[in-house]
């Protein structure tokens, strides 16, 4: 087992890119004192759509504004990458129609009823150290293993 | 006051946080579901790179800030989000995993694809969003 058949298209640029995310959420820190998870933008956004008191609760209301100006700011950062290191090019993928939308829709409902993504439970979560967190990444882990194995035997 | 409170110095640092996050995102190739994907099948290992880089940072700035400085620079209080081991936590993430490993996509390269230009994900943030607001209406809290 060598470097090449773990990482077959290299690793530096996959190290290099988490620790670039982990400086944003560690900046958010810093000077704000905000957990910078993902997904919780796509509750309380809702907030200023739905009176129901599920959306109104003091977390999305009083994070609703952050949350907004964050993911305004991945937009712009993404923006940044694909002109200054991939010639302006607009991205694709072959990934069928159906598997992205039923698999975000369940990647919605799950990450919220769950209360944490990728990026909520697997890095400000266990970089919290928190127990709950690990749980949370095995199974989705887990889970997600499954499903894609699955999906390349079909 | 509210601790979340966002004002203009705040906004500032948010949006350059959430820009180092999106730019991560992409130069991980994290944006491209194929990538994801193929980390899924146990094809590469570069996802565990980007999930344990971004992780040690974090756990650099929440274990490290709050003994080394009494505020955040900007004022407030280092706020923290404690999760819950739970019947939902157990179920949401198997959910969540399911639909990770159908799409390849999660909710931070969902919304990153709107800067890479992948068309083709807004299909994946639509349905994000639409799960959202299915656990939304469907819980009683």
């Known amino acids: 087992m060598t470097l090449s058949t773990l990482f077959p298209l290299g690793w530096q640029h996959y190290l290099l890119g988490g620790l670039t995310i982990g400086a944003g959420v560690a900046l958010l820190y810093l000077f704000n004192g905000w957990v910078g998870g993902m997904s919780s933008v796509f509750s309380s956004s809702w907030s200023f759509v739905s009176k129901r008191a599920f959306f109104q609760q003091a977390r999305f209301i009083n994070t609703r504004n952050w949350r907004l100006v964050y993911a305004l700011g991945v937009v712009l950062g993404a923006l940044a990458w694909r002109f200054a290191l991939a010639d302006g090019q607009a991205q694709h993928t072959s990934v069928p129609v159906w598997q992205l939308l039923a698999g975000g829709f369940l990647v919605g409902y799950g990450a919220r009823l769950g209360n944490g993504c990728t990026s909520g439970h697997g890095i400000c979560g266990l970089g919290a150290l928190q127990l709950p967190s690990l749980g949370a990444v095995l199974t989705f882990m887990g889970t997600a293993f499954l499903t894609a194995n699955l999906m390349n035997l079909a | ?141």
């Open chain 2, 1 to 141: 006051m509210n601790p979340h409170t966002l004002t203009f110095p705040k906004a500032l640092v948010t949006l350059v946080a959430g820009s180092l996050f999106g730019f991560g995102l992409s130069l991980a190739t994290m944006v491209q579901p194929e990538i994801v994907i193929s980390f899924l099948q146990f094809k590469d290992w570069g996802l565990m790179l980007v999930m344990g880089g971004a992780a040690g940072m974090a756990m650099l700035a929440y274990k490290g800030f709050p003994r080394w400085f009494a505020h955040p620079f900007l004022g407030g209080q280092f706020l923290t989000q404690p999760a819950t081991w739970s019947r939902q936590t157990v179920m949401g993430s198997a959910i969540f995993g399911v639909g990770w490993g159908l799409s390849g996509v999660c909710p931070g390269p969902a919304i990153a694809a709107l800067g890479t230009g992948n068309i083709d994900i807004l299909w994946a943030l639509g349905g994000i969003v639409l799960g959202a607001l299915a656990q939304g209406l469907t819980t009683r809290e």
